[in-house]
C-alpha cells in the first residue's frame, strides 16, 4: 500500500471518529441556577444542561468544577445536604452523592464590602459519576441552608457573575478566584452562565413601621417586579406608618384575599409615594387615612403607574376640603371591586 493510499485510510478513520455517536456523546454547554425550596427552606443548587449529552463512563465523570453563591454580609452559609454525582456511580450502582464542600469563603471584601462569597467545590476521590445525560436535564447537585442577617436583604442572594464580580485580584478578595466553572469528562470548560431560578424576597412579617419583617423593609429589599406577600398571620392587624414609603421600582404589593390587613397612612405625608416611570401594584389591602390628618393625598401620590386592586380606602377627611386623598399625576388603574368611603 502505498503513501497516499494510506493517508486517505487514516483520514477516513479520522473522519468516522469525529462523526461517530460515541465522539458527539459529551456535555457542551451548561448553566447554573439556584432556586429555594418552600418545603426544606434551603437553596436548592442546580446544573441545567443546556446542549450535548452524556451516556459512557469517561463522559459521566465529575470533574474539577466551582458553584459560588454571594449572599449579604453576616449570612450563615452550611451545606446540608448532597445530590449528584454519585460515587462509584460507573455502572449506574451508586447510591452515596459526591461529597460537595465550601472549599473557598471571602467576607465583606473591600472591592464588595456588603457581600460575603462562598465557592463550592466537589471532592474527586472517589471518582463520582452521573447517570445518563441529555440536554434539558436539570440536575440538583447540593442545598444551601442561607440565613440572613435582620439587617441584610434574601434579595442579596444569587449566583457569582463571572466577568462581572470582584475577581481574585480585586481589593479584599486575598487571591480568591470565585468564577463558576463546570468540566465533565475532560477538562475543557463546559459553564457558560447563570438561569433564573427562584430567590423570595423579604416577606411581611410583622406589623412594625420598619425593621425586619416590615412593610418598608420589603419594599426596600424588594427587586423589579417583586411580588411582596403579606403573611396571612397578619389577618386583623394594622400597621401604622410613621412616614410614606417610597416607591422606586417597579413591585406588587398582595394578601390573601380571605384575610384582613390594614395599612394606615402617616398623619403627614402619604401612605405611599410613587416616583416617575416607577409602578405599584396593590391588592387586597386596606388603607385608612388618619382621622387627624389634613395631609395632600393621604393615601397615595402617584407620580407614575398605579394599579389597585379590591382595595378598600377609608379617609375620615374626605370631602371636608381639607387635603386630599389621592393626587395622581401619573397613569391610576382599577381592577376588581375597590371602594372609598369617610
Request: net charge neutral; glycine share 8%; charged share 10%.
Amino acid at each position: 500500500m502505498n503513501s497516499k493510499s494510506v493517508f486517505s485510510l487514516f483520514l477516513c478513520f479520522i473522519i468516522f471518529l469525529i462523526s461517530s455517536p460515541a465522539a458527539r456523546c459529551q456535555v457542551t454547554e451548561v448553566k447554573y441556577m439556584v432556586k429555594f425550596n418552600e418545603s426544606t427552606e434551603l437553596y436548592d443548587c442546580y446544573v441545567v444542561i443546556v446542549s450535548g449529552t452524556a451516556a459512557s463512563t469517561q463522559h459521566r465523570t465529575q470533574m474539577s468544577s466551582q458553584f459560588s453563591v454571594v449572599v449579604p454580609t453576616g449570612s450563615v452559609v452550611t451545606l446540608p445536604q448532597t445530590y449528584l454525582p454519585l460515587q462509584n456511580n460507573q455502572n449506574y450502582g451508586g447510591t452515596v452523592p459526591c461529597l460537595w464542600s465550601l472549599a473557598n469563603q471571602i467576607l465583606h471584601p473591600a472591592a464588595q464590602p456588603n457581600s460575603d462569597f462562598y465557592g463550592i467545590a466537589p471532592s474527586l476521590v472517589p471518582a463520582s459519576h452521573y447517570n445518563n445525560i441529555t440536554a434539558g436535564d436539570t440536575l440538583k447537585l447540593f442545598s444551601l441552608s442561607i440565613q440572613v442577617p435582620q439587617s441584610g436583604c434574601k434579595s442579596g442572594i444569587r449566583l457569582f457573575q463571572n466577568g462581572i464580580d470582584p475577581p481574585a485580584a480585586a481589593p479584599g478578595m486575598g487571591g480568591g478566584d470565585f468564577s463558576n466553572g463546570f468540566t465533565i469528562g475532560s477538562p475543557i470548560q463546559r459553564y457558560k452562565g447563570n438561569f433564573n431560578g427562584w430567590i423570595p424576597g423579604d416577606g411581611v412579617l410583622n406589623p412594625a413601621d420598619s425593621g425586619f419583617g416590615s412593610l418598608r423593609k420589603a419594599v426596600f429589599c424588594a427587586r423589579e417586579n417583586e411580588y411582596i406577600l403579606v403573611e396571612d398571620s397578619l389577618s386583623g392587624k394594622t400597621i401604622q406608618l410613621l412616614t410614606s414609603i417610597l416607591i422606586d421600582k417597579n413591585i406588587n404589593v398582595v394578601r390573601s384575599p380571605n384575610q384582613e390587613f390594614t395599612i394606615v397612612a402617616p398623619i403627614v405625608g402619604s401612605a405611599f409615594v410613587i416616583q416617575q416611570n416607577k409602578s405599584l401594584y396593590i391588592k387586597n389591602i386596606n388603607l385608612q387615612a388618619p382621622i387627624n390628618s389634613i395631609s395632600q393625598s393621604r393615601i397615595f401620590t402617584n407620580n407614575g403607574k398605579l394599579t389597585v386592586h379590591d382595595v378598600d380606602i377609608i379617609d375620615p377627611k374626605m370631602g371636608q376640603g381639607t387635603g386630599s386623598t389621592i393626587t395622581n399625576f401619573g397613569e391610576l388603574i382599577y381592577q376588581g371591586a375597590n371602594t372609598i368611603s369617610d
